[in-house]
């Protein structure tokens, strides 16, 4: 029998699939909805849908060259497999190129240039929409785009741009670029909070808890600080102030200079109080609340930095 026109059936001699041209199937509403027809000229298969159509089928994902689990590339006109794509989803559902190396759990990693020396979204749940060789280390990190750019902390994020370094908690960078490092010339912006219940100097971190701002050596900033503190809703005494700090901070082989001007732009009560110290290395933003009151600290810190050393490490 001629396998380009081949009819297969069931023990009452009823169609349940075809082999032949795609011209030559039969109106599908004579057939049952899911009968299968492959044709070997276009080696395509088709389903009935028991009315009016034959559908293509069109394997998602399958084992490529390039690993398992990756995407298919059609053919516009007829819809043919032309190859597997180097794109994969993960079995939590993440898309990363598939290249062999090892991603971060969760983590999507869609840069289109990539090297065996090039970093990767290794961190968990991290992600690096494009650009090339941008490196996403730190948990749930993220970079847009751009070149050479390292988001090595955890919720750090790079929107794009040229080397550019984001080393600490929860900061967003921006960088066009480096004189011989990524990090050794950009800016940077970071929340840090914290909480006071007394008159005594509290300092703010940057996951609320103990993660500090740090200065690397040989590498100076200027900062410029936006500080909010209100006290809770249910507060016997309401106090609220607000200051706008600014200054310089290096840190020149371990040894720390500090300057900064300190503005108090408004305040309900007399006690309140900030200032920043260099705390024998991190930029440390420090707040004064009031005896048996709890009240919550809020501050906005930008820096421009410096990198004096050629060494400078991201």
């Given at each position: ?8 059936q069931d023990a009452d001699s009823h169609p349940i699939g075809y082999v032949k041209p795609r011209a030559d199937l039969p109106d ?174 509290t300092t703010l971190a940057l996951d609320g808890q103990n993660e500090p701002l740090t200065i690397a050596s040989e590498c100076a ?94």
């Amino acid at each position: 029998m001629d396998v380009q026109h081949r009819v297969l059936q069931d023990a009452d001699s009823h169609p349940i699939g075809y082999v032949k041209p795609r011209a030559d199937l039969p109106d599908p509403a004579a057939v049952l909805p899911g009968v299968a027809a492959f044709d070997a000229q276009t080696t395509l298969l088709y389903l009935s849908n028991g009315v009016d159509r034959w559908i293509p089928y069109m394997p998602v994902a399958g084992d490529g060259p390039h690993g398992q689990r990756t995407i298919a590339r059609w053919v516009g006109e007829d819809g043919r497999t032309l190859e597997m794509s180097q794109l994969l989803i993960t079995d939590e559902g993440a898309l990363q190129r598939a290249d062999g190396r090892e991603r971060g759990v969760g983590a999507v990693d869609l840069q289109t240039s990539i090297s065996d020396q090039t970093p990767i979204g290794s961190g968990d749940y991290s992600t690096v929409s494009g650009g090339k060789e941008n490196a996403a280390a730190g948990e749930s990190a993220v970079i847009g785009g751009g070149q050479a750019n390292k988001a090595n902390a955890p919720y750090s994020a790079i929107l794009g741009g040229q080397a550019g370094c984001a080393n600490r908690y929860g900061e967003q960078t921006q960088a066009a670029g480096c004189f011989s490092l990524p990090g050794d010339a950009q800016t940077c912006v970071l929340i840090a909070r914290g909480v006071t219940t007394d008159e005594n100097w509290t300092t703010l971190a940057l996951d609320g808890q103990n993660e500090p701002l740090t200065i690397a050596s040989e590498c100076a900033a200027a900062f410029h600080i936006l500080l909010i503190g209100r006290t809770l809703t249910d507060a016997t005494e309401m106090a609220r102030a607000a200051f706008e700090i600014s200054g310089l901070i290096d840190n020149v082989a371990g040894e720390i200079a500090n300057d900064y001007t300190l503005h108090a732009m408004a305040f309900t009560h007399p006690a309140l109080d900030a200032g920043v110290t260099s705390g024998g290395g991190p930029l440390l933003v420090q707040v004064k609340g009031l005896a048996n009151t709890t009240m919550r600290w809020v501050a906005r810190i930008t820096l421009v930095e410096v990198s004096a050393s050629p060494i400078f490490i991201c």
